[in-house]
């Protein structure tokens, strides 16, 4: 890449305009893949405080907001298309090039299961909480982090979390491969050098009787088993989680403000779909890596047993996913009201199902979802962060969400059954939600000279088939201005796209019933090569 090419990038990542380079559009748009990185040495492992992000998130605002009057602050880290670029953050997998059955069954990897036929060498554990945990390493070396369901929702946890680490690898995302996984009480031995945190937070040797003690709290199925997610330890040199605003000082790459990443705003809709109200930054993780060569710093989600129904140590209260855990407005309208008020949420009825807990799709509101407290990220996303995710969500068919919540691996039928069945309906209302806040057209290509496109709201059933206004200009891509060519209002290419040597670009603005939602799309004629290379979306 050249180095002219490698300022405008920079420029558009950290917000400047690129107009001082005099040009919108270069000879390697759109890009598909974030410019090779950078190489990082060392970085600084951090830590973060679970009180401390929490306290920061609900009383103040990290990170850049959007304003309150004037043009809003889109997305970073986007092609020209609109698109998320394959990055040490993100890789377009299941939107890009549909993922089979059995691909996206495996998820991040399925070739590390714990080997059941030795037992397995416990190196680390804690029984604070409900849950214990446990670190081991099985007889081939490869080292795990061993987590249980609470003992009042079996299989709750575990499931969630080995469905999460799939669909979010299917969606573009980094997560650990997890396994679930059957013991019994011999699997376990005790390192020498083993460490324990007992309950009230101090670290000792560990003893087996400790292994004992802390499987007291784990259920146990009819034929006596344990049951737990071994999450497979990331590779690399693990640095502490991410921030969900702000950029790593210590990382040559991080240019991009987080709160300012579409795959990050993005994940907000996703984060609905699957009830994913935890998500916050102690459920990342950032691991140095070497790969092909290349040492950079790669960004992981985790810790999914928070997903759907669960809360990991419970089953979620009927507020998760509705009210931020400190909120003033519900309560105090609970309050002028003399208790009359009644949000809702709080009519959703569940099923009588431990391993579901509490997720529903009757009174679900995609628009309206909220994490567990602010997420600087989420707060910050568009209507074009929303459609980018949408789309990506109804791209998943009945019959993979039926796969992928299959290897929760739930004793009871009825379980995959409602799960499934849920997380359809919730897919279809985000698509209905997101859609009608944008014109949401999509899949623009050209074939026998016309501009061809799809509306997925139409697509999907959400709307009746709808007329569009479409309007031709020259698009000077130097200087960045339009030239209106009169009469020029169909889909069929105009001639003038051909008219002139060298590079030649025209834009055709689409309208739909709403005069403020259109798309304007950009064409290039490059050396006789028409493509479209530009896509922009007003709301």
């Not at 079996?154 to 080995?162: L, N």
């Not at 937070?201 to 400790?210: L, W």
């Amino acid at each position: 890449m050249g180095t002219k090419r490698c300022i405008a990038v920079l420029m558009l990542a950290v917000g400047m305009s690129p107009e001082v380079e005099g040009r919108r559009f270069f000879d390697d748009d759109p890009l598909l893949r974030e410019p090779q990185p950078r190489r990082v040495e060392k970085a600084k492992r951090r830590k973060l405080n679970e009180y401390y992000d929490f306290f920061l998130n609900t009383f103040f605002k990290p990170g850049e907001e959007q304003p309150e009057k004037g043009p809003p602050v889109r997305a970073r880290a986007v092609n020209t298309l609109g698109e998320a670029p394959d990055s040490a953050w993100y890789e377009n997998r299941h939107v890009r090039k549909r993922m089979s059955i059995e691909e996206l069954v495996c998820g991040p990897g399925n070739s590390h299961a714990p080997d059941m036929d030795h037992p397995w060498k416990v190196t680390a554990g804690k029984n604070e909480g409900i849950t214990p945990g446990l670190r081991i390493e099985d007889s081939k070396g490869n080292r795990y982090l061993l987590k249980f369901d609470p003992p009042s929702n079996p299989e709750i946890a575990s499931g969630a979390d080995v469905i999460g680490s799939k669909l979010f690898y299917a969606l573009g995302y980094h997560t650990p491969e997890n396994y679930i996984v059957k013991f019994g009480r011999g699997q376990l031995k005790v390192s020498e050098k083993a460490k324990f945190v007992d309950a009230s937070g101090e670290e000792r040797p560990m003893t087996e009787r400790d292994v004992t003690e802390a499987l007291l709290k784990v259920p146990r199925d009819q034929e006596g088993r344990y049951r737990g997610v071994a999450s497979y330890f990331l590779k690399g040199e693990l640095i502490g989680p991410f921030r969900y605003h702000g950029v790593r000082t210590d990382d040559p790459n991080d240019i991009v403000p987080h709160e300012h990443r579409r795959d990050l705003r993005g994940l907000y809709v996703f984060a609905a779909w699957l009830n994913h109200s935890d998500s916050k930054s102690l459920n990342s993780e950032d691991s140095i890596v070497e790969e092909k060569g290349l040492r950079y710093i790669k960004h992981y989600l985790l810790d999914f047993g928070a997903i759907l129904g669960s809360d990991s140590f419970e089953a979620k209260s009927p507020r998760a996913g509705n009210v931020y855990l400190f909120d003033l407005k519900p309560a105090a309208a609970q309050f002028f009201s003399l208790g009359l008020y009644v949000p809702a949420w709080m009519t959703a009825r569940y099923p009588d199902m431990p391993a579901v807990g509490r997720v529903e799709s009757r009174v679900f509101q995609p628009d309206k979802w909220k994490s567990n407290y602010p997420n600087p990220a989420f707060e910050n996303s568009l209507p074009d962060d929303h459609f980018w995710a949408a789309k990506q969500v109804m791209n998943f068919s009945d019959e993979e969400i039926r796969a992928l919540v299959e290897t929760g691996e739930y004793s009871d039928p009825e379980v995959v059954d409602y799960i499934t069945r849920t997380l359809i309906e919730r897919r279809d209302k985000i698509g209905k939600t997101f859609f009608a806040k944008v014109l949401p057209l999509d899949g623009f290509r050209l074939r026998d000279g016309r501009l061809e496109f799809e509306d997925l709201a139409v697509k999907y059933n959400f709307e009746s088939p709808r007329k569009y206004k479409l309007q031709w200009s020259r698009f000077d891509n130097e200087k960045e201005t339009m030239t209106l060519l009169a009469g020029e209002t169909d889909v069929a290419v105009p001639r003038a796209l051909g008219n002139r040597p060298g590079e030649n670009c025209l834009a055709a603005e689409i309208r739909g019933e709403k005069p403020e939602h259109s798309v304007t799309v950009y064409l290039r004629n490059k050396g006789g090569q028409v493509d479209v290379v530009g896509i922009d979306r007003k709301w």
